[in-house]
């Protein structure tokens, strides 16, 4: 049990395999388009030509893997009309599929996309940091998977000791809105929060 | 790509049993006779309650090879997790699978399954079939190979390229020689024998010229003890993406050393994404490049000289064989003493790579100066229409800079790996010595009687007697779908009186399925047990002890059945199998592999659920080729000369024997030479971009193609530049039709400038889709490839292709 | 993304223009003499829009039949309270409606549901007022909501008085007086709709994570069709107002039932587009 469960990412490690990605659908046997972990692929960079015919660029990518950062402030929880989204004692938020209504202002206001809507169910789902594995005392789906060991899990205060206190890389939004429970090392093409130098570039995947 | 049939409901009870039905789908496009095909449940993913869990691997041709763990209950597979048996130490840490071995659940479930033998029904390539009886099926395909072999020899029958299943030994699709079918045919008098592979034709054919053998390198762990690592066309982060592979090493190799990285390749790839610089470079040009840089260090003065002079040939006029003419030294080359009359300038190399001078210039110096240097390159520089140079010019920076036979040097080849020998299932020896280059076999069917050693690759002989008549396909789909030029393919195929009999087996309906005349259902590797070999991988040694999972999907058997059932209507079924089922035999060969590593528990049981032996390799890694350096009179390489020949004269002599078409050559030293649909065709007057097709992480070549979960979070789409797309009006999400004389490819676009300007990529693999018009709708590269093989090797040149696309 | 338009669209209209019909038929009633026997229709048809708003917004929910839980978050979020407080309005329509059927007055519990519509229509903005929709989150929103009110509940209600007049057969020497006082609010929210509309043009300029306007969501033909919606419901107004003019001055006994038909068209065009293009902007930051 965590106070504050946490998730660390190590952008200079994520190299956007996607393993996260699957090995959490296959756990949790997620629906077509329900996506409890996305990776994201940011881009950006100018291509110069030269009068030889020759070009020159700066062109720079990385990869953000996120589930849900299960935040001290979730706008989610206090969006939520129902009470449905809740966080636990556990920290980890989630949906109380007893109330969800599926009025997904949860999904509108989250600046994660981690509330996702199911809608053979009609209720919203989300990323549980494996609560049942958490019970078990075995790693969350997606961190286990990871090839690259990029990902890593468990108290707040403890990853921000070993990892650092980082908790935005762009296009993430402003930590101050919801306090996620996010700690990133970043790696040499990282660009801070807001920055337009680059933009998300495979939203068909996530 | 999206399925195009609405759902169709699953039949019940065999296969699912008590699981909740969570998807159902129908097969897209098939019609048949009395054979359909009904959707299956994949069931609803939980923990084996009252079930097992069994330890598996992924068997497929990604260059890596990792354990999983099926949880099973009531017969389904309903969970996949994998290696978890702790990673805390490096060298012995887990075996994680990619994002397709976690996918596995919804392979092995995917709609297409086969589940009957199935005869041809209509015309060839159709795709029609009618279910038939394992013994009708056995019968007749007998009975035609039996024809064949009366009618026109064994040297009729071939058994083609298909590396579904290559990570297994009892059900090892590939090499060729080394399966169940190649045993099966050396009992029957033989086939004819393919060398190269799709993956490495040209390099692998090129390098024993130079090197007297395939080439080998230092491991990508070796980097940690480096300056510098210069990676050409190489891509392991999305060519070997297991955790216990390359990608791993390499992040543990950047963090325990000090290297600078260094991607040159026509894409910002996932490898550059986490290298220190990458330098885009125009498809099909690297030994321009190489050859710019080594103008730098001879002019210079970066060269070892002494290396040069004490372990390799050609380098400078001295060191010429007897009975070549001056100026055909190396050194003559690069400095326009030669022929040519040309200075490989870093001026010249620029026009042609698109590469500025100025960053030939600094990388060929900081090559020069870094003490040692990693020097390596992927299968992709190699795989053009002047691949065999190509391949052997990457090396050259390795021999300029004196870098083979160091800790953290190289040879400039493809990275270097351990490996741990288990027993192979033997194949015992094929009667026949004729041989064909793997990309071959379209041309041996169409005119098999003509082709000749001097013109056309063909080993073992001065000429083929007979065309191929008779085609098994184990595990692949790369008679339609990986070949070249899938329209013009697709024509020989369908002319029955041309290749007569094709015998597909495999786990799917794939586009090459389609065209078969008889159709088995193989097991699946998760229904079957198996020894699995290592993968690729720097510093960890292991073997994978495969446990059958689930039973085989409706009447699917194993290859080595197949085998033994055609065995026994040719009345040899004793020799093939020495009176042993597969079981008898799976239980030899562990004997067999507990000799050569002792540690291995007693019973193969033990060894199921163990599910991995893992060793660590020798730490620092083994340097390749350092007995050479130090003293390469008492430890000679296997050339002629026993020294690295940069000029190679046996090269010479088949440059000046061998009939060439127009255009092509093949040359003693590793040149430079410009080719059709390269960089400098006069055809990109029509065709104006260069059309490559990078290795996707959706797939394991077209392994994986119809797996749902896959194409949603990798979907196939058409790698182009910004700048070339605005040109075109495409924007995000379009779809664009890209076409050549070959063919045309409708795929959406993604748009990004991590792809060089006037190159686009259409990841390979995609299951190729033609409409009634040919035109294909699945995004399959191989409509834009040419069957025009490369010079030496015979092989496929299928990155050197031109296109245009435009807006649909 | 919002593939919930439709019903949200329906939803927001009709309850802003039912608390703008309570708000124009009051003041009429409350400040400008009009009687409560010409105004018998207003009341129950405000009720009747805002039950059916309340009928619509169940389509976009996902599982309808927990529609009850959605007011136990009162105390956090908006949109439990906006829930709450559009049950509230209802809820005293329909008693004002059930009162007035002897046309009494009843004063005290009509300025009430007034006062209720517009913190209705407060809250409802607060709800799209969240800080990770730049596009939302501006004062354009609570304009474009407001504006509403006036300029479509004026609209609705002139229209159904002029029905109800109809259907009456009989004239109504307060025609002029209750058209006037519509013809009011109708400019005074057509005048915030000229300052809304172009203010949320601006806002379609912030760039989302993809590198995707407000307009790119709004397929480029964005600022087109703002025109057209600015357009619309001008003429609309000008309409309604004209015929409310010819009401007043010409000393008819009921407005022209064809002009102000058009009007209430022309207006509801207008107001249903440019509410489609609020939803069809949304952009969240971040991922």
Redesign the interface.
Known sequence: MYKRPAFHIDT??C?????C???C?????L???V?WRR?TEY?????A??P??????N?????LSIGCNHCQNPICVRSCPTTAMHKGKDGIVSVDHTKCVGCRYCEWGCPYSAPQYDAKLGKMTKCDFCRDYQQEG?APACV??????ALDYGEYEELAAKYGEVNVIAPLPDPGITQPNLVITL???AKPAGSKAGKV?N???V | MSKKNPPETAPGGEITRRCVL?WVAALGGLAAGGGLFYGLN?A??APAKDGKTIWTSCNVNCGSRCLLRAHVADGVVT????D?QG?SEYGLHEI????RG??M??RLYAPDRLKYPMKRVGARGEGKFERISWEQALDEISARLKKTIADYGNDAVYINYGTGNLGATLSISWPTGNTPLARLMNCLGGYLNMYGTYSTSQISQAMPFMYGEYLGNNALSDIANTKLAVFFGNNP??TR???GGM??DL?QAKQKGNARIVVIDPR?T?TA??A?E?I?IRPGTDAALVSGMAYVLISENMVDTDFLKRCTVGYDEDSLPEGIPAGNSYKAYILGQGEDKTPKTPRWA??I?????DKIISLAREIGGAKPCYICQGWASQRHANGEQTSRAITMMAMLTGNMGLQGGSTGAREGCANLPVAVFPFLTNPVKKAISVFSWTEAIKRGAEMTALRDGVRGADKLDVPIKFMWNYAGNAIINQHSDANETSRILKDESLLETLVVIDNFLTPSAKFADYLLPGTFNLEEDDIIPQGSSSQLEYVIFAQKAVEPFFESRSIYDICTGIAERFGVQGKYTEGRTRDAWLRKLYDDTRKKIPELPATVEEAFSMGVLKRKAPQPPVVPYKAFRDNPEANPLKTPTGKVEIFSKKLWDIGHTWELPEGDRITALPEYLPTWEGVSDPLRSKYPLQLIGHHY?QRTHSTYGNV???K????QELWI???DAEKRGLK??DTAKVFNDRGTVFVPV?V???I??GVLSLPQGAWYEPDAKGQDHGGCVNVLTSLRPSPLSKGNPQHTNLVEVVKV | MLSSEWSLVMFTILVQAAVGMVLVSEAARLCFGVKAASLRWQTPVACAMSLVAVLLSLTHLGTPSHSIFTVLNIGHSWLSREIASVGCFSGLLLVLSVLRRNNASIAPLALVTVCMGLVTVGIMSKVYLLETIPVWNTVSTVLGFFSTVLLTGAVVSGMVYSLEKDADGMGDANSGRLMGVGSLAATVGLALKFVSIPLSMLTLGVVGSTGASGMDMLAGTGVGILVICILLVFFGGALFAWSACRTVFAGHDRPLIGSTLCALALVLAGEVLSRLMFYGSYLRIGL
């Open positions: 200079s490690r190299t956007g395999c996607k393993t990605m699957i090995a659908m296959d756990k949790h046997d629906p077509e388009g996506l990776v881009v950006g960079g100018e291509w030509a030269r030889d015919g020759t070009y020159t660029q062109i720079f990518g990385y990869y075995t286990a998977a990871c090839p690259n060991r790696g040499k093409n570039s939203p068909e995947e | 969570k994949y609803v993913s969970r996949i997790d994998s978890t990673d994680r699978a990619c994002l976690r996918s659940r919804h982060v999305e993406m297991s955790g990608t791993y992040m910002y996932d994404a986490v220190d990458w885009p620029s026009a790579t698109g590469i500025p001078e992480k749902d979960w896959l949603k979070v990798a979907p530049n910004p700048v995000a999400g993604k990004t400038p991590r060089m300007p």
